[in-house]
């Protein structure tokens, strides 16, 4: 059994691997420190999943008290670490830059640190960047080897940064290690934060929905499962052999949606669910100018990640829509 340390276990994502990888065979113990940036009942119910299962331990601890996290790190000795744990969302990081400051450039500090003190039994780190670093990037589809210098939020910045570090970390002291460029990732039990979620409380609520960029940004928007598929293979495969044991892969969807296209998958289902009648879906879309901030369009190169791993996601948007809408229905109980 593989002893696996997951930071950002109450998260979207981390309870997801956490879950994935406590079924295969593997010890996890996922840490967190139950933040309130979003609805804390939803991280509380993603752990009571998690701690179901009997090879899942949960530890609640801030990343950026480093003698916690060692401390941590001396007690269970794990042979790979996840590191999930961040403060994300790019419109927060304008009005709240502190709290990725904490999180993202300390916190991951210390998760470097910690592994460069556990290098006796550390065989890798793999941890969460974001697609967010590529920036006003107008090259598509992103790939891997783009220039990132130029991000357009302070959440990318740290993103960026903490990638800067890893590298530095691996090439000083050969730790083998793994980051993964994430592209707007959806799902059952997802973010509260993230536009699809809002829109589907919005338009439940009969409230009208703002479509930036007059609905023309496009996101590669990635299915849960399929991310955390891709992170498990991460954690399972070999790091490239070279000068710095350090690589960066995209891990997206290769198929851009617009968001009015987005939109309307969500409104048909929520119309099927009798959640929304047909004749007020046209009343409840505005169409906005451009944030800042934000980017016009995100879309995944797959290629490189594909070709170390032979893997590629897949879930199509509406099926993986179909799923995140079953689960809001019975966590909110909205039954008709
Ligand atoms: N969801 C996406 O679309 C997306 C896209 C790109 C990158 N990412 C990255 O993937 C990772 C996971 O994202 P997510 O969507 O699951 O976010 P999330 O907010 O659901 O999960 C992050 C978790 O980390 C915890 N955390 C934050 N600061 C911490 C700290 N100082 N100490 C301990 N725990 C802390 C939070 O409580 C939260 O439970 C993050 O690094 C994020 O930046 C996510």
Not at 259 to 284: A, G, M, N, R
């Amino acid at each position: 059994m593989k002893r696996l340390l997951v930071t950002g276990a109450a998260g979207f994502i981390g309870s997801n691997v956490c879950r994935l990888l406590a079924s295969e065979e593997n010890y996890v113990i996922g840490i967190d420190n139950m933040n309130s940036y979003y609805d804390l009942d939803l991280k509380q119910y993603r752990l009571r999943h998690l701690q179901a299962l009997p090879n899942f331990t949960f530890r609640k601890l801030d990343i950026s008290n480093k003698e916690a996290m060692m401390a941590v790190m001396e007690e269970f000795r794990p042979t790979v670490v996840i590191h999930l744990a961040a403060q994300a969302g790019v419109r927060y990081s304008i009005d709240c830059p502190d709290a990725y400051m904490h999180s993202n450039m300390t916190g991951f500090f210390n998760i470097l640190e910690a592994c460069r003190y556990g290098k006796d039994y550390v065989e890798k780190l793999v941890f969460a960047s974001s697609s967010s670093v590529y920036g006003a990037n107008t090259k598509v589809p992103y790939a891997e080897s783009d220039p990132v210098d130029q991000p357009v939020s302070f959440y990318a910045a740290t993103k960026k940064s903490n990638e800067l570090m890893a590298f530095a970390y691996a090439k000083l002291y050969k730790i083998p290690t793994i980051g993964l460029r994430f592209f707007t990732v959806y799902g059952p039990a997802g973010r509260p934060d993230m536009a699809y979620y809002k829109f589907t409380n919005r338009l439940i609520n009969k409230e009208k929905i703002r479509l930036y960029n007059y609905g023309h940004c496009k996101r590669d928007f990635t299915y849960i499962d399929d991310i955390s598929k891709g992170i498990a293979l991460a954690v399972k495969g070999s790091v490239p052999v070279q000068d710095v044991p350090y690589e960066i892969y995209n891990l997206g969807n290769h198929q851009p949606v617009d968001l009015l296209e987005f939109v309307q998958t969500l409104i048909s289902l929520l119309v099927e669910h009798h959640l929304v009648e047909k004749e007020e879906v046209d009343s409840l879309i505005e169409l906005a100018p451009m944030q800042p901030g934000d980017v016009v369009e995100t879309y995944a190169d797959m290629t490189k990640f594909a070709n170390q791993y032979h893997y590629h996601p897949h879930t199509e948007l509406k099926d993986g829509l179909r799923c995140f809408m079953e689960w809001y229905i019975d966590y909110y109980g909205l039954h008709k």
